[in-house]
Protein backbone atom coordinates (compact mmCIF):
# COMPACT_ATOMS: atom_id res chain seq x y z
CA UNK A 1 0.00 0.00 0.00
CA UNK A 2 1.42 3.75 -0.82
CA UNK A 3 2.17 5.53 1.53
CA UNK A 4 -0.28 8.22 0.62
CA UNK A 5 -3.08 5.09 0.38
CA UNK A 6 -2.16 4.34 3.63
CA UNK A 7 -2.58 7.47 5.34
CA UNK A 8 -6.33 8.53 3.87
CA UNK A 9 -7.13 4.81 5.46
CA UNK A 10 -6.19 5.69 8.34
CA UNK A 11 -7.73 8.72 8.55
CA UNK A 12 -10.61 6.76 7.61
CA UNK A 13 -10.07 4.29 10.85
CA UNK A 14 -9.50 7.30 13.13
CA UNK A 15 -12.78 9.05 11.70
CA UNK A 16 -14.93 5.81 12.58
CA UNK A 17 -13.15 5.80 15.76
CA UNK A 18 -14.22 9.07 16.82
CA UNK A 19 -17.07 8.48 16.21
CA UNK A 20 -17.49 5.91 17.89
CA UNK A 21 -16.61 7.54 20.86
CA UNK A 22 -19.43 9.88 20.64
CA UNK A 23 -18.05 12.85 18.54
CA UNK A 24 -20.41 12.38 16.21
CA UNK A 25 -21.17 15.30 14.00
CA UNK A 26 -23.18 17.52 16.40
CA UNK A 27 -27.38 17.40 15.52
CA UNK A 28 -28.95 20.60 13.62
CA UNK A 29 -31.88 22.36 14.98
CA UNK A 30 -34.44 23.05 12.71
CA UNK A 31 -38.64 24.84 13.59
CA UNK A 32 -41.01 22.55 12.88
CA UNK A 33 -43.03 22.12 10.16
CA UNK A 34 -46.23 23.39 11.72
CA UNK A 35 -43.21 26.76 13.09
CA UNK A 36 -43.12 25.12 16.39
CA UNK A 37 -40.31 24.48 18.57
CA UNK A 38 -40.38 23.25 22.06
CA UNK A 39 -37.26 23.75 25.08
CA UNK A 40 -37.32 22.18 27.98
CA UNK A 41 -35.58 23.45 30.99
CA UNK A 42 -34.20 21.49 33.35
CA UNK A 43 -32.22 22.94 36.33
CA UNK A 44 -30.53 22.43 39.94
CA UNK A 45 -30.94 18.71 39.62
CA UNK A 46 -28.06 18.64 42.61
CA UNK A 47 -27.65 14.73 41.67
CA UNK A 48 -25.59 13.05 44.09
CA UNK A 49 -24.11 9.44 42.70
CA UNK A 50 -26.00 6.50 43.55
CA UNK A 51 -28.18 8.56 46.70
CA UNK A 52 -31.61 7.16 46.62
CA UNK A 53 -32.56 10.88 46.95
CA UNK A 54 -32.06 12.17 43.58
CA UNK A 55 -34.44 9.43 42.18
CA UNK A 56 -37.11 11.93 42.36
CA UNK A 57 -34.98 14.04 40.29
CA UNK A 58 -34.46 11.36 37.02
CA UNK A 59 -38.15 10.31 37.71
CA UNK A 60 -39.35 13.77 37.07
CA UNK A 61 -36.89 14.00 33.92
CA UNK A 62 -38.05 11.39 32.32
CA UNK A 63 -41.68 12.22 33.23
CA UNK A 64 -41.28 16.01 31.65
CA UNK A 65 -39.65 13.70 28.71
CA UNK A 66 -42.25 11.74 28.03
CA UNK A 67 -44.68 14.24 28.33
CA UNK A 68 -43.22 17.49 26.29
CA UNK A 69 -41.36 15.34 23.78
CA UNK A 70 -39.00 18.47 23.43
CA UNK A 71 -36.73 19.18 20.29
CA UNK A 72 -34.15 20.49 22.76
CA UNK A 73 -33.58 20.35 26.52
CA UNK A 74 -31.21 22.75 28.09
CA UNK A 75 -29.52 22.37 31.61
CA UNK A 76 -29.01 25.40 33.51
CA UNK A 77 -26.32 24.54 36.15
CA UNK A 78 -25.52 23.16 39.35
CA UNK A 79 -26.18 19.40 37.56
CA UNK A 80 -24.28 17.02 39.64
CA UNK A 81 -23.77 17.66 43.81
CA UNK A 82 -21.48 14.74 44.52
CA UNK A 83 -18.07 12.48 43.58
CA UNK A 84 -17.64 10.59 41.23
CA UNK A 85 -18.12 13.99 39.06
CA UNK A 86 -17.14 12.66 35.70
CA UNK A 87 -19.51 9.51 36.02
CA UNK A 88 -22.38 11.59 37.38
CA UNK A 89 -22.31 14.11 34.83
CA UNK A 90 -22.42 11.64 32.36
CA UNK A 91 -24.95 9.28 33.72
CA UNK A 92 -27.30 12.39 34.29
CA UNK A 93 -27.19 13.52 30.33
CA UNK A 94 -27.47 10.35 28.93
CA UNK A 95 -31.57 10.67 30.73
CA UNK A 96 -31.41 12.91 27.15
CA UNK A 97 -28.75 11.66 25.02
CA UNK A 98 -30.03 8.07 25.12
CA UNK A 99 -33.67 9.32 23.93
CA UNK A 100 -31.69 10.90 20.95
CA UNK A 101 -32.80 14.38 22.03
CA UNK A 102 -30.39 17.09 21.46
CA UNK A 103 -29.20 18.86 24.51
CA UNK A 104 -26.64 21.55 26.19
CA UNK A 105 -25.45 22.65 29.31
CA UNK A 106 -24.50 25.70 31.07
CA UNK A 107 -23.15 25.51 34.04
CA UNK A 108 -23.48 26.68 37.84
CA UNK A 109 -21.77 27.59 40.97
CA UNK A 110 -21.47 24.08 42.62
CA UNK A 111 -20.46 21.58 39.18
CA UNK A 112 -16.88 22.03 39.75
CA UNK A 113 -16.75 21.65 43.27
CA UNK A 114 -16.93 17.92 43.19
CA UNK A 115 -14.00 16.80 42.14
CA UNK A 116 -13.39 17.52 38.28
CA UNK A 117 -13.13 21.23 36.45
CA UNK A 118 -15.90 22.56 34.59
CA UNK A 119 -13.03 21.80 31.30
CA UNK A 120 -13.18 18.21 32.40
CA UNK A 121 -16.89 18.17 32.60
CA UNK A 122 -17.50 20.12 29.34
CA UNK A 123 -15.69 16.97 27.65
CA UNK A 124 -18.06 14.75 29.25
CA UNK A 125 -20.91 16.45 27.53
CA UNK A 126 -19.54 17.00 24.35
CA UNK A 127 -19.23 13.81 23.78
CA UNK A 128 -22.44 12.51 24.33
CA UNK A 129 -24.64 11.98 21.50
CA UNK A 130 -26.92 14.50 20.66
CA UNK A 131 -24.76 16.92 22.58
CA UNK A 132 -24.52 20.86 21.33
CA UNK A 133 -22.70 21.76 24.42
CA UNK A 134 -19.38 23.56 23.10
CA UNK A 135 -16.69 26.47 24.47
CA UNK A 136 -17.15 28.80 21.09
CA UNK A 137 -14.19 30.97 22.67
CA UNK A 138 -12.19 29.44 24.88
CA UNK A 139 -9.99 32.56 25.55
CA UNK A 140 -13.00 34.52 27.01
CA UNK A 141 -13.97 34.18 30.79
CA UNK A 142 -15.57 31.06 32.03
CA UNK A 143 -16.55 27.93 30.56
CA UNK A 144 -18.83 26.86 27.79
CA UNK A 145 -20.26 29.94 26.37
CA UNK A 146 -21.69 29.24 22.87
CA UNK A 147 -24.49 30.06 20.58
CA UNK A 148 -27.02 28.01 19.15
CA UNK A 149 -29.19 28.61 16.18
CA UNK A 150 -32.70 27.02 15.15
CA UNK A 151 -33.09 26.87 11.55
CA UNK A 152 -36.01 28.70 9.33
CA UNK A 153 -38.72 25.36 9.15
CA UNK A 154 -37.27 25.28 5.15
CA UNK A 155 -34.34 25.49 6.82
CA UNK A 156 -33.08 28.67 4.74
CA UNK A 157 -31.84 30.73 7.55
CA UNK A 158 -31.56 31.05 10.89
CA UNK A 159 -34.71 31.70 12.33
CA UNK A 160 -33.82 31.94 16.52
CA UNK A 161 -30.72 32.06 18.60
CA UNK A 162 -30.01 30.56 21.88
CA UNK A 163 -27.24 32.49 24.00
CA UNK A 164 -25.59 30.16 26.63
CA UNK A 165 -23.55 31.67 28.72
CA UNK A 166 -21.51 30.83 31.96
CA UNK A 167 -22.55 32.74 35.11
CA UNK A 168 -19.15 32.03 36.42
CA UNK A 169 -19.10 30.86 40.37
CA UNK A 170 -18.26 33.47 43.47
CA UNK A 171 -16.94 36.85 43.44
CA UNK A 172 -13.06 37.68 43.04
CA UNK A 173 -13.21 40.97 43.83
CA UNK A 174 -11.92 42.04 47.29
CA UNK A 175 -14.58 43.26 49.55
CA UNK A 176 -17.20 41.86 47.70
CA UNK A 177 -18.55 39.32 48.81
CA UNK A 178 -21.19 36.45 46.96
CA UNK A 179 -21.55 35.19 43.53
CA UNK A 180 -19.79 36.34 40.43
CA UNK A 181 -21.30 38.59 37.48
CA UNK A 182 -21.09 37.74 33.66
CA UNK A 183 -17.54 39.46 32.92
CA UNK A 184 -16.68 42.02 29.85
CA UNK A 185 -15.51 40.03 28.05
CA UNK A 186 -18.51 37.36 27.52
CA UNK A 187 -20.64 40.19 27.29
CA UNK A 188 -18.29 41.63 23.88
CA UNK A 189 -18.44 38.33 22.78
CA UNK A 190 -22.38 38.25 22.66
CA UNK A 191 -22.24 41.55 21.34
CA UNK A 192 -20.59 41.07 18.34
CA UNK A 193 -22.52 37.30 17.65
CA UNK A 194 -25.27 39.15 17.90
CA UNK A 195 -24.37 42.11 15.56
CA UNK A 196 -23.36 39.06 13.43
CA UNK A 197 -26.75 37.53 13.46
CA UNK A 198 -28.48 40.80 12.90
CA UNK A 199 -26.31 41.98 9.98
CA UNK A 200 -26.95 38.59 8.02
CA UNK A 201 -30.56 39.19 8.54
CA UNK A 202 -30.78 42.08 6.81
CA UNK A 203 -29.86 44.27 9.76
CA UNK A 204 -32.97 43.04 11.80
CA UNK A 205 -32.39 41.32 14.88
CA UNK A 206 -32.82 37.33 14.96
CA UNK A 207 -35.45 36.61 17.90
CA UNK A 208 -32.89 35.42 20.78
CA UNK A 209 -33.35 33.88 24.21
CA UNK A 210 -30.19 33.37 26.79
CA UNK A 211 -29.45 30.83 29.03
CA UNK A 212 -27.49 30.71 32.52
CA UNK A 213 -27.40 30.14 36.15
CA UNK A 214 -26.87 32.78 38.16
CA UNK A 215 -30.05 35.64 37.85
CA UNK A 216 -29.14 39.20 37.10
CA UNK A 217 -29.56 41.79 39.33
CA UNK A 218 -32.70 43.08 37.13
CA UNK A 219 -34.49 39.83 38.57
CA UNK A 220 -34.85 41.37 41.71
CA UNK A 221 -35.37 44.60 40.37
CA UNK A 222 -38.18 43.80 38.29
CA UNK A 223 -39.89 41.18 41.32
CA UNK A 224 -40.26 44.38 43.64
CA UNK A 225 -41.96 46.77 40.68
CA UNK A 226 -45.59 47.63 41.84
CA UNK A 227 -46.10 47.89 37.59
CA UNK A 228 -44.40 44.80 36.32
CA UNK A 229 -46.54 41.72 35.48
CA UNK A 230 -45.51 38.53 37.68
CA UNK A 231 -46.40 35.12 37.42
CA UNK A 232 -45.21 31.97 39.34
CA UNK A 233 -43.86 31.52 42.92
CA UNK A 234 -41.36 34.02 44.46
CA UNK A 235 -40.47 32.76 47.90
CA UNK A 236 -36.60 33.87 47.88
CA UNK A 237 -34.74 36.91 46.64
CA UNK A 238 -32.69 36.21 43.52
CA UNK A 239 -29.27 35.46 44.79
CA UNK A 240 -27.76 37.96 42.03
CA UNK A 241 -24.82 39.55 41.99
CA UNK A 242 -23.81 42.09 44.14
CA UNK A 243 -21.85 43.60 41.29
CA UNK A 244 -23.81 44.86 37.79
CA UNK A 245 -21.84 44.12 34.74
CA UNK A 246 -24.23 45.37 32.23
CA UNK A 247 -25.45 42.19 30.68
CA UNK A 248 -29.45 43.39 30.55
CA UNK A 249 -28.52 47.19 29.40
CA UNK A 250 -26.17 45.26 26.24
CA UNK A 251 -29.67 43.04 25.26
CA UNK A 252 -31.63 46.05 25.17
CA UNK A 253 -29.21 47.73 23.31
CA UNK A 254 -28.80 44.64 20.37
CA UNK A 255 -32.53 44.32 20.46
CA UNK A 256 -32.69 40.83 20.16
CA UNK A 257 -32.98 38.72 23.45
CA UNK A 258 -36.92 38.39 24.64
CA UNK A 259 -36.27 36.31 27.23
CA UNK A 260 -33.57 35.24 29.91
CA UNK A 261 -34.17 31.95 31.81
CA UNK A 262 -31.79 30.97 34.78
CA UNK A 263 -32.05 28.60 37.97
CA UNK A 264 -29.94 28.66 41.30
CA UNK A 265 -32.57 29.94 43.68
CA UNK A 266 -34.81 27.15 44.20
CA UNK A 267 -37.76 28.34 45.80
CA UNK A 268 -38.16 30.55 42.86
CA UNK A 269 -40.51 29.57 39.43
CA UNK A 270 -41.59 33.29 38.52
CA UNK A 271 -41.17 35.57 35.34
CA UNK A 272 -41.63 38.94 35.24
CA UNK A 273 -41.34 41.37 32.20
CA UNK A 274 -38.82 43.60 32.86
CA UNK A 275 -38.60 46.75 29.72
CA UNK A 276 -40.09 44.29 27.30
CA UNK A 277 -37.32 41.36 28.22
CA UNK A 278 -38.81 38.23 30.25
CA UNK A 279 -36.98 37.43 33.05
CA UNK A 280 -37.88 33.84 33.89
CA UNK A 281 -36.77 31.56 36.52
CA UNK A 282 -37.02 27.38 35.87
CA UNK A 283 -38.21 24.93 38.15
CA UNK A 284 -36.18 23.64 40.42
CA UNK A 285 -35.70 20.36 38.86
CA UNK A 286 -33.66 18.37 41.20
CA UNK A 287 -34.49 15.93 44.66
CA UNK A 288 -34.03 16.62 48.56
CA UNK A 289 -30.43 16.77 48.40
CA UNK A 290 -30.44 20.64 48.66
CA UNK A 291 -33.20 22.81 49.92
CA UNK A 292 -36.32 22.47 47.79
CA UNK A 293 -40.02 23.63 48.84
CA UNK A 294 -41.52 23.47 45.70
CA UNK A 295 -42.83 20.05 44.01
CA UNK A 296 -39.97 19.67 41.34
CA UNK A 297 -40.66 20.06 37.78
CA UNK A 298 -39.01 21.91 34.23
CA UNK A 299 -39.36 25.11 32.30
CA UNK A 300 -41.11 24.58 28.79
CA UNK A 301 -40.73 26.96 26.08
CA UNK A 302 -42.85 27.18 22.87
CA UNK A 303 -40.91 29.50 20.05
CA UNK A 304 -43.10 30.52 17.07
CA UNK A 305 -41.09 30.87 14.04
CA UNK A 306 -40.58 34.31 12.12
CA UNK A 307 -42.15 35.99 15.74
CA UNK A 308 -41.53 37.60 18.40
CA UNK A 309 -43.72 35.70 20.21
CA UNK A 310 -42.99 31.84 22.41
CA UNK A 311 -45.41 30.71 25.21
CA UNK A 312 -44.01 29.13 28.22
CA UNK A 313 -45.37 27.33 31.59
CA UNK A 314 -44.07 24.89 33.96
CA UNK A 315 -44.38 20.73 34.29
CA UNK A 316 -44.40 19.26 37.25
CA UNK A 317 -45.88 15.59 38.20
CA UNK A 318 -49.30 17.76 38.47
CA UNK A 319 -49.52 18.57 35.17
CA UNK A 320 -49.28 22.11 33.89
CA UNK A 321 -48.99 25.34 36.05
CA UNK A 322 -48.38 28.93 34.60
CA UNK A 323 -49.20 29.10 31.27
CA UNK A 324 -48.22 32.27 29.48
CA UNK A 325 -47.56 34.28 26.65
CA UNK A 326 -45.00 36.39 26.00
CA UNK A 327 -45.44 39.08 25.70
CA UNK A 328 -49.17 39.70 25.89
CA UNK A 329 -49.77 38.01 29.56
CA UNK A 330 -46.97 40.12 30.78
CA UNK A 331 -48.82 43.74 29.66
CA UNK A 332 -50.65 44.61 32.63
CA UNK A 333 -54.35 46.31 32.49
Same mark, same amino acid.
Given at each position: ????????????????????????????????????????????????????????????????????????????????????????????????????????????????????????????????????????????????????????????????????????????????????????????????????????????????????????????????????????????? #????? !? /?? +??? =?????????? *? %?????????????????????????????????????? #????? !? /?? +??? =?????????? *? %??????????????
Amino acid at each position: MSVRKWMFAGALLLAAGVSSLGFAQKPGLKFNPDKKFKIVQFTDLHVKWQDPRSDIAFERMNQVLDDEKPDLVIFTGDIIYSKPALENMRNVLKTVSDRKIPFSIVFGNHDNEQGATKEELLKVAESLPYSLTADEVPEISGVGNYALTVRSSDGKKDAFVLYCIDSNTYSTIKGVKGYDYIKRDQIDWYCKKSAEFTRNNGGEPVPSLAFFHIALPEFNQAASDENAQLYGIRREK #ACAPA !L /NS +GLF =TAIKENGDVM *G %VFVGHDHDDDYAVCWHDVLLAYGRFTGGPTEYIHLPNG #ARIIE !L /NE +GAR =TFKTWIRTKA *G %VEQLTTYPDSFVKE
